[in-house]
C-alpha cells in the first residue's frame, strides 16, 4: 500500500492547487504515536471524506488542519500557501473551519452574540451595538438560507440547526474550507437529507467540504474522494467510484469484516410473549402496541419526530406514559419506575450514553455493575472482588478495549464506552432488552461486537427491542415495526429491501404511489 | 433573491427547518433582567404597610447606603460567576485590604501599640487597591495558571487572608485611621453618601462594561463555554485573571468604604458575608455554573435582599432572630425569584 499521499490522485478538480495539503505529519502525545509521517490533500469544490476507526488519527489530524494542534514534524499549506503561525486564530479560521461533534456554540448566549462572538459590531465609541449585530446575524444566516430566530439563546437550537449555524459562523470568516466531524452522528434520517442537501448547495458555490463520518453509506452519498487512516497512517486517497465497499471496510480495518448477517431462523410460534405493550401513549402523543416472544428481536424504526424513541423510554420507565400498559412476563410494570422495570428484567442501552448511560469518571467495574448492586454485596456491603469479576466478565464478552476494570470509562474511545452501557445493561441477565439507538457514533468493528452480543442475548431466549433509524441495527431483528409522525405505519418481516424500509420511515409506500 | 455580501451566492431553496421554539420562551429569556422588579414593588408595598416610614426618603438612603459596601462586593463576585468561577475570599479581602492599609498608617502612640506608622496617610488609599489586586492575582496564579480547584482555593486564601488581618492586628481594631481612607465613607455628596455614589456608579459601569464591550462578553463565554471561547479567539486566561483582579480591586474598595463609615477596622470585617453576596447574586439570576446573570438583575437581588432586612427591622424583629431571619430571607427571596422568574436558580 502507498503510505504518504505524495502524488495526489487525479480529482475533480484537475490541476488546480490544493485547498489543503499536509505532507509528512507526525503527532505524538506522551507515548502514543498519533499521527505517523501522514498526510492528506484535499482539492477545491470537492467533498472528501475522511474515514477510519477510532483511534486512527482523524481527529488528531484535524486539529493540525486546523491549527489547534502543532505538528511535531511535516507541513501543512492551504492555496500552497504555509499555513500561518499557531497564534494567528484569524488567519486560520479565514482559512479553515470545523464543525465538531462537541458544540463549539456558547448555550448561555444568542444565537446572533455567537455568530459574532469576540467580532461584535462596535460603535465609535467602542461598546457593542447590539442592533447591527442582530441585523449582521439575520443578514449572514438569510446569505446561507438558515432559518433561525437570532435572539434566542444557542440553548435552544436542535443538533441541526446547531451545525447550521457553525457552518454559517465558518463561512462568514471567509473559509471556503469546512471540516464537518461526524455530523450526522446525532441527527435522524430526515436531518442528514437536509444537511446533505446543504452540503450540495455549498459545493455549488465553490465550497470544500472535509466530511468525516463511521457511515459508509454517506460516503458514498455525498463524496467525491475518501482518504482512509489507520493505526496513525495515512492508507490510501481514490476517488469514492472506484473504491467498493469491501475495499473500504478493509483498508479501514486491515482485514475483512463482514456484519452480522443473522443467521436467521424463525421464532417457534410457541414461544412465550416475554414483553407486551398496550396502548401505549406518550407525552409526545406516540401510541405503540406489540408483543414480543422469547427469542425474538423486534425493531423500532422511525425518523426523529415518529416517536420511537419516545415509546421506548416510556417501556423503560424513563419517562412516564400517558396511558396504556407494558408487561413483562406477565408482570405489569408501574408507569414511569425505572427501579420496577429492572427488577422486573428490563435491561436498557438508552440514547444518549454521555448522559444517560455513564458516569465517565467512574471505572468500568461501577458502571457496569451500577444496575445490580444487590448481585456485587457480600453482607450488605459492596465486595470489589465480585465487582471485578463481573466487570471482567463483560470486558471479555464484550472485547472492551482496556486496561482492566479499573480504568475509567471517560477514558476509553466511543465504541468501548458503548460496550460498558450494553454491560451495564446485560449484567442484570434481562429478560427484556431494550436498546436505543444502540451503534450511534460507534466504528466498524465495536458495531460488529455489540450487534454480535445482542444475537447472544436472544439466543438465551431474552426478547430484544432495537430502536433505530440504522438499517444495520435493524437487519438483526426478526421484524420492525416503523413509526412515523407517533404512529406505527407498518411491519417488514426479516428480509425487507433497505428502499422499503428507508421509504417507510419517511413516510412513503413505494408499492401503493 | 436579496443582495449577497461574497462572491458565492445563496443556495437558491432552504431544506425545511424544524419548527423555532415558542416566542413565549425568548420573551421571557428577555425579560429575565427584569425578573425581581415585581417581588422589589411587592415587598416595597409590604414595607409600606408596616411602616409608612419604609417609603421616606431618609429610609431609602439608609437602606441603600446600609448595601452599598456588599453591593459592591456582590459585582465583583459576579464579574467572577460569570465567568464561571467563584472567589469565596473576597470577604476576607475587605476586611484585610483596609486593615493593611491601616497596620501601615496607623501611628501606634495614639492606638496602643497597633499599627506601625511606617507610610504618610496619603498613602492608605493606593495601598488597599494595591493589596486587592494582588489577593486577585495570587488567586490568578493559582486557579488560571496552576489550573487549581477555584472553589477550593479561595476557601484557603478565604481563611489564610483572615489569618492575616488577625495576626497584624492582634485581634484588635484598627482605629484612629488617616483621614484619606475615612473620606469617601463617610461624606456625602449632593446631600447622599459617596458611598451610594460610588456603588451606583460602579453598578452602571459593571453594566457599560459586562453587557456592551467584548471583554465583557468574553466573561459570559468563557463561563458558558470555555473551550468555545479559546476557539473564538478570546484570550481566556488572561481575561479570567483580570476578572479576579478586577474582583479583588472591588472588595478591597468596599471595604476602605465601610471602614471609612465606621471609622475603624475591625479584625473581624467582611466576616460570613461571602455567604450573603452569594445569596443576592443567585437571587439576581447569576448562575453559578457561569455563563448566565447580569450585573442589573445581581443589583436588584440585592437590593431586594436589604430591603426585607429593613422590613424587618421596622417591623421591630428582636436582634436575637436577625441570623435567622437572614438566612429564611435568602431561602424566601430564592423562591420569591423562582416563581417570578419562571425557572430554577442554579
Not at chain 1, 85 to 96: I, S, Y
Not at chain 1, 132 to 147: F, G, I, K, P, Q
Not at chain 1, 353 to 378: D, F, K, Q
Not at chain 2, 54 to 59: P, T
Amino acid at each position: 500500500m502507498n503510505v504518504a499521499p505524495q502524488v495526489p490522485p487525479d480529482g475533480p478538480a484537475g490541476e488546480r492547487r490544493p485547498v489543503v495539503e499536509a505532507v509528512h505529519v507526525t503527532k505524538r502525545f506522551g507515548s502514543t504515536l498519533a499521527l505517523s509521517d501522514a498526510g492528506i490533500v484535499v482539492r477545491p469544490g470537492e467533498t472528501h471524506a475522511l474515514v477510519g476507526r477510532n483511534g486512527a488519527g482523524k481527529s488528531t489530524l484535524v486539529g493540525v488542519l486546523t491549527g489547534l494542534l502543532a505538528p511535531d514534524d511535516g507541513a501543512v499549506a492551504f492555496d500552497g500557501r504555509p499555513a500561518p503561525p499557531l497564534g494567528d486564530r484569524d488567519a486560520w479560521r479565514r482559512r479553515v473551519a470545523c464543525v465538531y461533534q462537541k458544540s463549539t456554540i456558547i448555550p448561555t448566549l444568542t444565537v446572533a452574540e455567537n455568530l459574532f462572538l469576540h467580532r461584535h459590531a462596535r460603535g465609535r465609541d467602542g461598546l457593542i451595538r447590539w442592533s447591527r449585530l442582530r441585523r449582521e446575524a439575520e443578514r449572514t444566516l438569510a446569505e446561507w438560507s438558515v432559518e433561525v430566530d437570532v435572539r434566542q439563546p444557542a440553548s435552544t437550537l436542535s443538533v441541526e440547526q446547531r451545525q447550521f449555524v457553525e457552518i454559517a459562523r465558518a463561512l462568514s470568516f471567509g473559509a471556503r474550507f469546512i471540516i464537518l466531524d461526524e455530523p450526522t452522528a446525532q441527527l435522524d434520517g430526515a436531518g442528514i437529507n437536509r444537511l446533505f442537501t446543504r452540503i450540495r448547495d455549498l459545493r455549488a458555490q465553490g465550497v470544500t467540504f472535509l466530511f468525516i463520518s463511521h457511515h459508509l453509506q454517506e460516503i458514498y452519498d455525498i463524496c467525491d474522494q475518501v482518504t482512509v487512516f489507520r493505526d496513525a497512517r495515512h492508507i490510501l486517497t481514490s476517488p469514492v467510484a472506484e473504491l467498493s465497499r469491501p475495499a473500504l471496510v478493509a483498508a479501514m480495518t486491515g482485514e475483512d469484516v463482514t456484519l452480522p448477517r443473522a443467521d436467521h431462523r424463525p421464532v417457534p410460534a410457541d414461544a412465550p410473549v416475554l414483553l407486551s405493550v398496550r396502548d401505549l401513549v406518550t407525552a409526545s402523543g406516540a401510541e405503540l402496541t406489540l408483543a414480543a416472544r422469547s427469542g425474538e428481536v423486534v425493531g423500532i424504526a422511525g425518523g426523529g419526530g415518529s416517536g420511537k424513541v419516545e415509546a421506548a423510554e416510556a417501556i423503560v420507565g424513563l419517562t412516564r406514559p400517558v396511558g396504556g400498559t407494558v408487561t413483562v412476563r406477565g408482570r405489569t410494570l408501574r408507569p414511569g419506575s425505572v427501579p420496577d422495570a429492572l427488577d422486573a428484567g428490563v435491561g436498557l442501552v438508552p440514547q444518549d450514553r454521555h448522559r444517560e448511560g455513564l458516569v465517565p469518571a467512574l471505572s468500568i467495574a461501577e458502571n457496569v455493575t451500577m444496575t445490580v448492586p444487590g448481585r456485587v454485596t457480600r453482607h450488605g456491603l459492596i465486595s470489589p472482588a465480585r465487582r471485578d469479576t463481573l466487570a471482567r466478565r463483560t470486558i471479555a464478552d464484550l472485547a472492551v478495549k482496556a486496561a482492566g476494570p479499573h480504568v475509567p470509562v471517560a477514558e476509553l474511545s466511543g465504541g468501548n464506552q458503548q460496550k460498558v452501557v450494553l454491560g451495564r445493561a446485560l449484567a442484570s441477565d434481562p429478560t427484556v432488552l431494550v436498546l436505543i439507538t444502540p451503534t450511534a457514533g460507534v466504528d466498524v468493528r465495536s458495531k460488529q461486537t455489540l450487534l454480535g452480543a445482542v444475537a447472544e442475548v436472544r439466543r438465551r431466549g431474552a426478547t430484544v427491542l432495537v430502536v433505530s433509524d440504522e438499517l444495520d441495527d435493524l437487519r438483526i431483528c426478526d421484524r420492525v415495526l416503523v413509526m412515523f409522525q407517533g404512529r406505527v405505519v407498518g411491519e417488514l418481516a426479516h428480509g425487507w429491501s433497505d428502499n422499503d424500509l428507508v421509504a417507510a420511515m419517511e413516510g412513503v409506500d413505494l408499492h401503493h404511489v | 433573491m436579496s443582495e449577497t455580501l461574497s462572491a458565492a451566492s445563496p443556495p437558491s431553496a432552504a431544506p425545511p427547518a424544524p419548527p423555532p421554539p415558542s416566542p413565549r420562551s425568548l420573551a421571557l429569556a428577555r425579560l429575565r433582567d427584569l425578573a425581581l422588579v415585581p417581588a422589589i414593588v411587592a415587598v416595597a408595598i409590604v414595607g409600606w404597610i408596616v411602616s409608612p416610614v419604609f417609603l421616606s426618603s431618609d429610609n431609602i438612603i439608609n437602606v441603600l447606603q446600609s448595601m452599598s459596601e456588599i453591593a459592591i462586593v456582590v459585582l465583583a463576585e459576579t464579574i467572577v460567576l460569570i465567568a464561571g468561577k467563584m472567589d469565596l475570599s473576597l470577604e476576607s479581602t475587605f476586611g484585610l485590604a483596609p486593615g493593611v492599609a491601616a497596620w501601615l498608617t496607623v501611628d501606634p502612640a495614639l492606638t496602643r501599640g497597633l499599627g506601625l506608622d511606617l507610610l504618610p496617610g496619603a498613602w492608605a488609599v493606593p495601598v488597599v487597591l494595591l493589596v486587592g489586586a494582588l489577593v486577585g492575582a495570587f488567586n490568578g496564579l493559582l486557579i488560571v495558571r496552576f489550573g487549581l480547584n477555584g472553589f477550593i482555593v479561595t476557601l484557603g486564601m478565604l481563611i489564610v487572608l483572615r489569618g492575616l488581618l488577625t495576626g497584624i492586628s492582634g485581634g484588635q481594631t484598627f482605629f484612629a485611621l488617616p483621614e484619606s481612607m475615612t473620606y469617601l465613607g463617610s461624606t456625602s455628596w449632593l446631600g447622599v453618601p459617596a458611598s451610594i455614589w460610588v456603588s451606583l456608579l460602579l453598578f452602571a459601569a459593571g453594566i457599560v462594561v459586562l453587557g456592551f464591550t467584548r471583554a465583557g462578553r468574553a466573561l459570559y463565554a468563557i463561563g458558558g463555554n470555555t473551550d468555545a471561547a479559546r476557539a473564538a479567539g478570546i484570550r481566556t486566561d488572561r481575561v479570567l485573571w483580570i476578572a479576579l483582579v478586577v474582583a479583588g480591586v472591588l472588595a478591597a474598595l468596599a471595604g476602605l468604604l465601610i471602614s471609612g463609615r465606621l471609622a475603624a477596622v475591625p479584625s473581624a470585617q467582611g466576616d460570613g458575608a461571602i455567604f450573603q453576596v452569594f445569596a443576592a447574586a443567585v437571587i439576581g439570576g447569576v448562575s453559578l455554573n457561569g455563563g448566565k446573570g447580569s450585573v442589573f438583575g445581581a443589583f436588584t437581588g440585592v437590593l431586594l435582599l436589604f430591603m426585607i432586612i429593613n422590613v424587618l427591622t421596622l417591623a421591630g424583629v428582636p436582634a436575637q432572630w436577625t441570623n435567622f431571619l437572614n438566612g429564611a430571607v435568602i431561602l424566601v427571596a430564592l423562591v420569591v425569584s423562582r416563581i417570578t422568574g419562571g425557572r430554577a436558580q442554579t
